[in-house]
């Protein structure tokens, strides 16, 4: 507790010790009037705020001038919204999420692979807002279990439906169902450690869609190459949605808890919004109380949307043991209609990719409490949008051409909208927005993270200004509605530079910036050896048979050496 004051009033003195700066000076942007709001220090009040080569300058009651004026009167001045959950990494997917106030947009659920050359190419190509991404364990896995696709491009959400569909096309879907030896195990892992080393933010790990083929041991040792070079897990538990025995959800976050824990790694659970979620986060309150660095995530819908041929969609589990019924749940969005169990299946068949919606009304209730939860950031799981012929939706489509749902437009506009209407406190929201995924992801040494979430002297500018009496979400389930701009956030600023003004997203404005660790030299890749296991971990001699602890197979002294 002591720290923590200490620390609260060290920032305080840096924030206002600067504020001396010479007032005559003009910046590159000023923002007058505003209500400026920064959840770290608790500072609120109206100010006028000087931005200066992509930093905040200056806050000041005293008048300043700029080069560009946004007068923010009856507006608030916030830490610019930060989204560790985006999948939709393409133009227009971003422009949807810069008129809901996001201008750090990560996906760090499914990730990338190939990450050096995807950074690149954001980069080269120029982005609206900032970006990053993990290492995809199931991308990665795919490289290895479905050799029969050449994946030799960067691949992320944007552009994986192709490679997911030639994934089953000879009939076994090897990422999802093949279970790991020790030779694909580090294979796997020899991949997962060069995107680390190329800066990547963590591990993406998605084992509810690798069930039945992702071994315990196999993610236990993907987590430990992450561990290795201090980085986070990021977790679609194994078990989410399921209520029942011996599948509880809560047991696939113990189970992704219990490496981190052992690894001394930071830990992200995605999407904490079903049966089990009091429980997770009673122990990532328990988990944080001794110093560890976990957190979680929400978005305030009671639905969500994944790719039709998840695996815990299957009718043995969906309908046969979850009691679900796909005429009540699972919404197609390009049809704007619901499935049956027959069209489900020809789907999945014939288009293992196609985004649908699923609808979970148990959630209705739970929502009021995700919105008062502290260290539960909010983050939309959006998916990109496509034209009929599969290709992503350009960035100067209408927002009436997106398919999918409605909270990839709304999330964070329908989180201050919720908040103001059960009274939640607004420095609390703007924690959930912003401030908790920088804390979390800084205190795991990411320089990027550190700097941004706040609205203090010296920090980067990404800041989101909105009206707290009228923000609000647009979108709705309604097909053409799906992605509806939010509105009241009529400016969005990302490094220091307006990129939505006056509610419009302004074209060819691409001051994005990476957020990404430095590369390194060199790579930290351990294989799995089976007899150096054996000699490390029992009083057996090296010379003994080794035993395959995959439990695949026995090898010979050959098969495991590296």
Known sequence: MILKIFRVITLLIFHFALISISFAQDYDLVILNGRVMDPETMFDAVSNVGIKNGRIAVITTDKITGTEKIDAKGLVIAPGFIDTHVHGVDPFTIKMILRDGVTTA???EVGAIHVGEWYDGKTQSGWQVNYGTTTSHALNRMRVHDPEIAMNEPVDMGNAAHYMHAAGEDGVVGWAMTKDTVETMNKVSRFLDEDLRQGALGLAAVPAYMARGLTTYALFEAQRVASRYGRLTAVHTRFHLSSEPPTEAALGFDEVFTNAYLLDAPLLVQHNNDYGWWEIEEKLQLARAKGLNMWSEHYPYASGATAISADFLRSEVWEDIQGNRYEETIFDPQTDSFFTRETFQETVASDPSRSIVI????????IKYWLTMPHMAVANDGLPGHEADGNL???DADYSAYEGNPRTAGTHART???????????MFQLSQLSYWSALHLGDSGLQDMKDRGRVQVGKIADLTIFDPETVTDNSTFTAGENGLPSTGIPYVIVNGTVVVKKSKVLADVKPGQPIRYPVEENGRFKPVDVNRWISEKTII???????DNCGAHVF???EVEE
């Not at 609808?359 to 739970?366: H, I, K, S, T």
Request: charged share 25%; aromatic share 12%; no cysteine.
């Open 106 to 108: 990560m996906d760090l």
């Open 359 to 366: 609808f979970m009304p148990w959630r209705e209730e739970w």
């Open 393 to 395: 939706l350009p960035w």
């Open 416 to 426: 201050l909208r919720l908040g103001r209407e059960q009274s939640v406190p607004l």
């Open 541 to 547: 001699p090296v010379a003994l048979p080794a035993v």
């Open 556 to 558: 010979s002294d050959d």
